[in-house]
């Protein structure tokens, strides 16, 4: 095997290797040999095929796996003999004629180009200093996360009083029957149904008319449907709905009590505290370790400067731009960005790129360094926590990541990147610093 190195530019490489034919010959002869005492053929006693005839019949077959072999190992070894560390898998261009190759007439030659890992030495972790956001839910924020409870558990009384109407925020129990043209249509029609009036649950001008209404009236209301309608029948059109009225209820005030805590399926008032409790610590303790996360990284990026891979900045770029895209044509661009320019957006974006980029490469090494490895049930417990993500659809989602190799591959990174970083919390020196919960749950810019 000839290697030579074509170019060498920064990061980038271009490789040629050259592996000559009478190699690739000598290796088809050597496979020959070893699988023609396998060889059962028409004609022929078991084992007793002639090499000739083996070559003539499956010598194509054979040296296209010998080539494709060959192409691997060889691509590795000249990677490995340079002592080069890819950023990102080479990309390969054969030179030689591949028929006259498989075809034994030719040596097989092809360049590999490729981006090199940067030379560069990591901060160690000993040295970092940093602070872990502490904060602990108090009485008040518990009274708070009661009472959001209980306004998710709305409960409703009958509404008393001489003349009973009904009125925004109140709750109608009503059956009613929906036409079109007069006729009426399939979905149009309800008994017994609850509504709470300004929850906007039906159609624009519905709940609207039943402001005022009594128990036992009978209301027929003239509605549209909006134009982007799910249903494409009834989209844009007149339609009317008699009404019968058979409860008027109001917003019962809500008691945060022992029977509260039972109907949530707890056995008291005080157990519901406890696991309330926990839960907002719990949803502190995530928010302090995103911050303490987001102080290392920005620590890591400050400490260190060397050349990039500017293929890998480009394809992290390209992703973050599709979304900038997605966004804008979406008109979901935040009043900042919207009020750039394109050319300032995408100098901005760039950065974070090169940001995202340097401090990839920069835990990378950390890891490698400190021998950190994701095991196949860490990464089997990352894609499991993503299948939760889309209820009811679990299995096809594992389903997924296992038919995907690149995809599994994929969720692999974020793992790493986690076991890296509580690597380096472990070496840090890392001091508590108490701070406020506005201050802990406010959200940092995006770098």
């Not at 005030?253 to 907002?280: V, Y």
């Amino acid at each position: 095997m000839q290697v030579v190195e074509k170019s060498n530019e920064g990061l980038s490489r271009t490789i040629a290797v050259t592996i000559p034919a009478a190699e690739l010959n000598e290796k088809l002869d050597a496979k020959i040999k070893e699988v023609s005492p396998q060889m059962k053929l028409k004609g022929f006693r078991p084992g007793k095929v002639p090499a000739a005839h083996v070559k003539k019949t499956y010598g194509r077959d054979l040296m296209g796996e010998i080539v494709n072999d060959a192409l691997n190992t060889s691509s590795q070894k000249a990677l490995d003999d340079a002592k080069l560390r890819p950023a990102a898998p080479a990309e390969m261009k054969l030179v030689s004629d591949m028929d006259k190759v498989i075809l034994g007439q030719e040596d097989l030659t092809y360049e590999m180009s490729l981006e090199v890992m940067p030379e560069f030495t990591p901060v160690d972790p000993k040295t970092l200093k940093l602070e872990r956001p502490v904060y602990e839910a108090t009485d008040a924020d518990l009274d708070e996360a009661l009472k959001d409870l209980a306004s998710q558990a709305k409960t409703y009384e009958d509404k008393t009083g001489k003349t009973v109407k009904a009125a925004e925020g109140d709750q109608v129990t009503i059956d009613f029957v929906g036409k079109v043209d007069g006729e009426v249509f399939e979905g149009g029609s309800a008994t017994d149904a609850d509504l709470v009036i300004g929850s906007n649950r039906f159609i624009p001008g519905f709940e609207e008319q039943l402001k005022g209404v009594k128990v036992g009236d009978e209301k027929t209301l003239d509605v549209t449907f909006p134009d982007n309608y799910g249903a494409a029948h009834l989209a844009g059109k007149a339609a009317t709905f008699d009404v019968t009225v058979k409860a008027i209820k109001a917003e019962a005030e809500a008691r945060i009590d022992d029977e509260f805590a039972t109907r949530l399926g707890l056995e008291s008032l005080d157990k519901l505290k406890e696991l309330l409790r926990q839960n907002l610590n719990q949803q502190y303790a995530g928010a302090a370790r995103f911050k303490l996360k987001r102080a290392l990284l920005d620590q890591l990026d400050e400490k260190h400067s060397f050349d990039l891979p500017p293929k890998m900045v480009d394809a992290e770029f390209d992703g973050i731009w599709r979304q900038v895209q997605a966004d804008k044509d979406a008109g979901r661009l935040d009043e900042a960005d919207a009020s750039k320019s394109e050319e300032a957006l995408k100098d901005e974006y760039r950065q974070i790129a090169e940001r995202r980029v340097r401090l990839g490469l920069v835990l990378a090494e950390i890891g490698r360094a400190n021998n950190v490895q994701v095991t196949d049930q860490e990464l089997n417990n990352a894609l499991m926590a993503e299948a939760r993500n889309y209820p009811g659809q679990e299995r096809q989602v594992l389903d997924f990541y296992r038919q995907n190799p690149n995809a599994a591959a994929q969720m692999r990174a974020p793992v790493y990147e986690e076991k890296v970083c509580e690597l380096i919390f472990g070496q840090a020196e890392v001091k508590e610093a108490p701070i406020s919960k506005e201050d802990l749950l406010k959200e940092d810019d995006e770098g």
